[in-house]
């Protein structure tokens, strides 16, 4: 009787006071709300084993660098490390991995053969123990390298949240009146237009085949289409005046740009295969430009000084229930979609009153949130969408550093990446190539 | 009359053809009205020059009177005024900053191989949102100097808002009645981060166990009601993993529970 007095009463106490908490099978369970903040998943990926230290090298900082700036994954530092890796091969002991911090591991090794590759991977996740959760082999020649690992992180994005990674995708821009393009990354940069001329704001179809851009190669700002892997472009819109901010329909059928054949920048749909105009959207004394089709394709963001200053406008695809969505800052441009499903958020250039820079910002058209995505970085303009919608690409211009293509999370947290150097205008972000 | 065509840059720079007539001989009647005008165009210069230079005479002197008759710290205070209105403020949001957490303290070591290492001394490591200004002050007010819980806590106590030795966590619903659990509970679940990744709701147990003296003897998670998501478990794990020991013994009347049982937090992601 008294131990059960000993026993029962600081548990009924317990009980009352703590509210919330139960006792059961004698021990104190505390149901309580805890207060959790997102943060990022850690992941390690330890130094590729094989015969090829070059290759074994660039794999692992691929997959380092494609995780890390995914916007979903911490990478740890391999200095940390406590596993012995060589003992492991392509095992892990999860304690040791536990105990560094690591939520999941990589294990990776590289053979070549011949001018042959292949690359195993295993992924394993601490919690589950040994048993990899993932297991791929890839296999190209030495030169795929990089191309091969990009898969491989695309692979694990899947696995982890269901949606599919950006590796694999590249980015359009203006550099130095030509345009180029690059991988995501910044590797692999080559010039798209070979002439002379002014070539500016590249504007990728949604199949990522083709380019559309603004020329002046004869003479007049011009439309043109070119194949995103190099050719002879085709002039696709050749109005007096501008032709210039294309931005492709979902389907890939019509383009939203901006003319000026009647004196005044106005924003019409065209037909992207022939140039001719199927609606006026615009009809004003302003300057009206900048279109960005939505991912949905029932709306049209675009830039209209119509209230004084550069603002942001959203409009249906027929240019009906034309309206300012910009209210903070006196001047906002640029608009790009986030391509993701379910969300209706802009990001656009922000021109910062107090400083006099120009930053990245989104807003959510939902609650008219604005999130900050640079701020005390020199100037940051043109933001583009990578095709998941989880970060964004943007043309800084920044002491120090110089200017160029930096990548940041579309959720303003984490550090950001400089994958371009030099002068990197107007980057459009194509979709993740199949 | 002859018409010459002339090309000319537009700002877009198109070039546009015009033609435009030639100019017709200028009439001599002209001539004395332009000289007419010069006169009177130096003559409106010389006057508004004129004008000028005495205003800035008079300004002068005004100037020169104020200063004698004003202290030097009125125009400093002058223009300390105009510097705080020159620094603007952005209307725009600032970037959002995840909040530092302190880490959880090294293990210390001992220099003597034969002896133990010492223990540090600290603080309670009391999350802000969980500090209670109330009976942060009732513990130097109402300090109990008696031995700690050497029985167990009446109904009365268990029931009273803030806790019998003045704990941090006194007002908090979770803690009322025992300051030794609800600091551990602090312990546990401060700062806990949910990876990105997982997204489904689920709910993890984490449990520990304590030693006599309060130090975390076993940290787990219950293999009853883990998540069915290795990321939000290993979440968990590495919150229990960072959880301190506690500052003081455990009371006498927790030790059933405490050191044999141990205590669970039910963790959510929601």
Known sequence: MRHLQKRVIPLLLLALAAGQSVAQEGRIIINTEVKARKGLYPIAVPPATGSEPSVQQLVTDVQSFDLGVSSWFKVLDPRSFLADLKGEGMSIEPKKWADVGAFGVVKTKVTTGGGQLTIELKLYEVERGAIPVLEKTYRGSVGDARKLTHMWANDVVMYFTGEPGFFASQIAFSNSKKIEVMDFDGYGVYALTKNDSINVLPAWSPTGRDLAFTSYMRGTPDLYVVSAGGGRPRRVSKFNGMNTGASYSPDGSKIALTLSKDGNPEIYIVNAADGAVLRRLTDNRFIDTSPAWSPDGSEIAFVSNREGTPQIFVMGADGSNQRRVSMVGSENQTPAWCPRKGVRVLAYTAKDDSTGKYDVVTLDLATGKITRITQNQGNNEEPTWSPNGRVLAFYSVRAGSGAGIYLANADGTGEQKLVFKGEGRSPDWGPQSK | ?270
Request: charged share 30%.
């Open chain 2, 1 to 270: 009359m002859d018409r010459t065509p002339i090309v000319r840059q537009t700002a877009y720079g198109m070039q546009a053809f015009a033609l435009v007539p030639e100019a017709a001989p200028r009439p001599r009647s002209t001539a004395l009205s332009h000289t007419a005008g010069f006169f009177v165009t130096i003559g409106v210069h010389i006057f508004i020059f004129g004008a000028v230079y005495f205003m800035h005479l008079a300004d002068t002197d005004l100037i020169n009177r104020r200063a004698k008759e004003e202290p030097v710290n009125a125009i400093e205070a002058g223009l300390a005024i105009k510097q705080k209105a020159a620094a603007k403020k952005s209307p725009l949001p600032s970037k959002e900053v995840v909040e530092k957490v302190k880490p959880p303290d090294a293990p210390t070591v001992s220099k003597n191989a034969e002896a133990p290492p010492e223990e540090k001394k600290k603080k309670p490591d009391v999350p802000k949102e969980a500090q209670d200004k109330k009976s942060v002050f009732d513990k130097y007010r109402n300090l109990d100097t008696g031995s700690l819980t050497s029985k167990a806590p009446s109904q009365q106590d268990a029931n009273q808002a803030g806790s019998v030795d003045g704990s941090e966590f006194g007002l908090l619903e979770r803690a009322k009645g025992d300051p030794y659990v609800g600091e551990l509970i602090g312990r546990m679940t401060v700062d806990f981060v949910v990876p990105t990744v997982v997204t489904a709701k689920v709910t993890a147990w984490g449990c520990v166990k304590l030693d006599d003296g309060g130090k975390i003897a076993e940290r787990f998670l219950d293999p009853q009601h883990k998540s069915r998501s290795a990321a939000f478990n290993s979440a968990v794990e590495e919150r229990l993993r960072r959880t301190s020991d506690m500052d003081k013994p455990v009371p006498n009347h927790l030790k059933e529970l405490l050191v044999k049982q141990g205590a669970c937090v039910i963790f959510k992601n929601e």
